[in-house]
């Protein structure tokens, strides 16, 4: 994995929200659900602002305390975690990812209270992907509900 790789949320296929600090991102297509909280929380935020993947490492260094390596790892390892969970995607339309360092703090700033880097963990959920594939959003295209997909035959039922 190049540090200079963009990845950015798999939308549409993927919705995310974030409330008091946790996570949860559904995935559409496989009816899976999830949840991150505390570094894999920062990490998902980073993502949805378009920051590329050296960009991520250097935020979790400058937050978290921690061996360079031990983050550059776990943020590696977490990356590919969202990849094959197809959660994010490589974003070719952001060039080579020159400026890893645009949108994150000034690197002088001190944050208070640093806590030590733990692993990012992403909790899988699959007890409600039966109802979540049986959701009507599935049968209609980008102009949204109620005007069903075009290539989806409607019911006179």
């Known amino acids: 994995m190049d540090s200079l790789t963009q990845y950015r949320i798999n939308s549409p296929k993927v919705i995310h929200e974030t409330i008091d600090g946790e996570t949860v991102i559904v995935n ?10 505390k570094v894999g ?35 590696h390892q977490f990356m590919n975690e969202l990849e ?6 490589t974003d070719k339309s952001q060039g080579n990812g020159s400026d890893p360092g645009s949108g994150i703090r000034d690197r002088t700033e001190e ?19 039966d109802l979540l594939l049986l ?7 980008d102009t949204g509900w109620p005007s069903p997909r075009s290539d989806v035959p409607v019911s006179d039922e």
Not at 28 to 37: A, I, P, Q, T
Not at 52 to 62: E, Q, S
Request: hydrophobic share 35%; charged share 25%.
């Open 28 to 37: 559409l297509d496989s009816g899976n659900y999830y949840s991150l909280e």
């Open 41 to 75: 929380a920062d990490i998902w935020a980073l993502i949805g602002k378009g920051i590329p993947l050296r960009g991520i490492v250097d935020d979790m260094a400058h937050r978290y305390t921690g061996t360079q390596k031990e983050i550059e790892q776990a943020v």
């Open 84 to 89: 094959q969970e197809e959660l994010v995607i």
């Open 111 to 129: 944050i208070e209270g640093r806590t030590n880097f733990e692993t990012p963990a992403l909790h899988k959920y699959s007890d409600m992907q």
């Open 135 to 141: 959701d009507p959003i599935h049968e209609v295209d």
